[in-house]
């Protein structure tokens, strides 16, 4: 059968999707994409040649609806089909293609103060990033303009009233579900039984709630890319190495090179904040939540 998701989770990039999806694809009566981030809504039909130093994204992308339907093949009994792809909120296209393809889903969204999510992203990113956060922030327009994929979009990632509004325009509201960011760190049980409910699925079952998405400052990046990265080293690993032992190795190297990231300078916070600050006042409005914190 060719089965497509009754909800998807389309954003934000850096806001805690990893973690919904973790929680998510614990519940008995939910099915999630194996692949976490298909991107299909965004990328459909689009020969991807994506310029930016990590092109994984290029070969991870699932852009035609029959591999898109095969994600969903290992559905049995579940009632909630879902997938995680925070590229649907930043795309133009995704929101149309939903449309056509999935008028009835339901949406999520899960939204981070845009400045502290700008600066997550780059600290994602840090293994690949060639530039201080600052000049990379100069360099964002010529990184678009030369197609680099969007998690390097630090500062245009977060204006989430434009983003959003399309969805509310095209959707009914009682097809969206917005939390924050801080909703999920402070109660995460909470929200994910909020989710639940509107999922439509048992809100009594209590999903395993330590997974964190952790960006590391690596001391050597070439020994973070060998973790991060495609590459031949990791696909022998895959084969000869056993899973669990697999995993706490890299986890030790993980933790050895890592270091702490300096807080962001004040001054581009301040830049920022002003940057997004007429965005962020119609998006209380949007979502008719209080946002007055993310102006400080």
Request: hydrophobic letters at 35%; aromatic letters at 12%.
């Amino acid at each position: 059968m060719d089965r497509l998701p009754n909800f998807l989770i389309i954003g934000a990039a850096k806001g805690g999707t990893t973690s919904l999806y973790y929680y998510l694809d614990q519940h008995p009566q939910i099915y999630m994409s194996p692949l976490k981030e298909p991107r299909f809504f965004a990328l459909e039909d689009e020969e991807l040649n994506f310029q930016n130093p990590d092109q994984s994204i290029n070969h991870t992308s699932v852009t035609t609806l029959s591999e898109y339907h095969k994600l969903f093949d290992g559905v049995t009994h579940e009632t909630a089909i879902g997938e995680a792809s925070p590229l649907y909120l930043y795309s133009a296209k995704a929101v149309d293609r939903i449309a056509h393809y999935v008028p009835d889903t339901k949406l999520i969204a899960v939204l981070r103060n845009p400045v502290d999510r700008a600066y997550s992203c780059y600290k994602h990113l840090i293994a690949q990033e060639s530039l201080s956060f600052a000049e990379a922030l100069q360099a964002e327009d010529k990184r678009i303009h030369q197609n680099w994929a969007h998690l390097w979009h630090y500062r245009q990632g977060g204006y989430y009233y434009a983003q959003l509004k399309p969805y509310f325009e095209r959707f009914d509201r009682s097809q969206l579900k917005i939390y924050l960011f801080d909703d999920l760190i402070a109660s995460p049980l909470d929200v994910i039984r909020d989710l639940f409910s509107f999922l439509e699925v048992d809100d009594t079952f209590t999903p395993e709630l330590t997974h964190k998405n952790v960006s590391n400052n690596p001391k050597v990046k070439i020994l973070q890319n060998i973790l991060s990265e495609r590459n031949s080293l990791r696909s022998f690993a895959k084969q000869v190495v056993p899973e669990q032992l697999r995993v706490s190795v890299a986890n030790k190297v993980r933790s050895w090179n890592s270091k702490k990231f300096s807080a962001m300078p004040a001054d581009i916070k301040e830049q920022l904040t002003k940057d997004y600050r007429e965005d962020i006042l119609s998006l209380q409005n949007l979502i008719e939540r209080d946002l007055s914190r993310w102006l400080d």
